[in-house]
């Protein structure tokens, strides 16, 4: 097989990358390859099972056209302040440009026009001053909320798009491997996920935008392939869950309150991220096994609860250079003590040193919306480190937010971002690696959809001038 442009991988950042060069009537032709299925085809049986049953070969919710957008809460960040690295390669006021263009290619698919966050002033200026007294920072980040439902129609607008539009979609075929040779990018190593058959997709340039599930094979690559990178930061943290009652009040002011905070004694960044409001926490699954958090939230569909997630960023020096191999291996940790499961457990009962029972959780004032998790004692598999700068960071989140750090608040885990090994690049994105590309969160450099999709914007202007 040969093509002009081989895209490995058709989460955000990929298929930002067709939609613009289509859009700036590129005539190279492009292959999109996906491991997982049409947006149509993705389907999770936890609809009907109520338990997660370990989809294989892969998880439907982190595979498939649009990759892990299509089932998430779907919220596009508006600031280049959030949202990845991107900026500190390119420059903030470049940054903002492409996402204030992105933004407009997101609405002519059907995105809604109503943006949260916006207004509100007085409000916004009390929480602020609450966040620093308590020794936080509040970022300003308008979020336009696609809804998990309605994340899914948009996406498959996209695909019939770029179908439509002549890009070949590769559906249920794995990138094996890069063809690398004298320093040149030739393409990849295709294999079909049903039957393991290989075949080489020749290209004259390869975008590798493999997601955030794709960071350890990209990784992998890299060492391989004498890509050059280095190891970034690694996230490790909790999804927390409370009473939609106690953050009521941040809910509609801000919809998404992102804080960060440099707790001591260790002093690690902090970070809320992904804030859910009536949100629903959800599992996912990765092909080497891993089990994570993550949370939903529906245009529609509403709970009695928000859930957010508390990230804590370690950036490691030499020479250890396996930040993703260790934010693994706690997850392998706490899915051994659930069982396979995605464990939960009171704050009151992490401070009081006890684990947490089914039944006490059933007697609680808050009530899972993840029904399968399984009570228990996350602090047996999280670092000391992380766990100390979660619960101190929690403690001065309730002083803006009073009953966050209540005793029947549910913290889940494992909560893992896998986008620590970052490529080098230039500006222009271009790798060690003659005709090689690198982008999204496998890449190190964005966190979530719109910095990703951004991204692919910018990788296909850059592409579409050479030709």
Known sequence: MTTDIAIIGAGPAGIFTAIELIRLGCRKKIVLVEQGRPMAERRCPKEQTKKCVGCKPFCHITSGFSGAGAF?????????????????????????????????????????????????????????RRAIQAGLKLVDCPIRHLGTERAQELYGNIQQYLAASGVELLFGTRCQDLIIENGVCLGAVLADVQTGKTTELRAGETVVAAGRGGAEWLENQCAIHDIHHKPGTVDIGVRVECRTEIMERVNEVLYESKLIGYPK????????????????????????????????????????????????????????????????RVGELTNMLGAGHILVQRFGDILDGKRTWAKELAASNVRPTLPDAVAGDITFAMPYRTMTNIINFMKAMDFVVPGFAGEETLLYSPELKFYSNKVRMTPDLRTSVQGLFCLGDASGWTRGLMMASSMGVLMARGLASES
């Open 72 to 128: 998430s809460d779907g919220k596009l960040s508006l600031s280049c302040e959030v949202g990845g690295d991107l900026p500190d390669l390119i420059g903030a006021d470049r940054a903002q440009e492409l996402i204030d263009y992105t933004d407009t290619i997101y609405l002519d698919f059907g995105a809604d026009e109503h943006v949260e966050g916006r207004g509100n002033d007085e409000e916004i200026k009390e929480i602020r």
């Open 265 to 328: 004694p260790f002093k690690n960044k902090v970070r809320t991220f992904c804030q859910n409001p009536g949100g629903f926490v959800s599992q996912e699954n990765y092909d080497n096994g891993l089990s994570v958090v993550n949370g939903h939230s529906y245009k529609s569909l509403k709970s009695e609860n928000t859930n957010v997630a508390i990230l804590c960023s370690h950036n490691f020096s030499e020479p250890f250079n396996q930040p993703i191999a260790y934010a693994q």
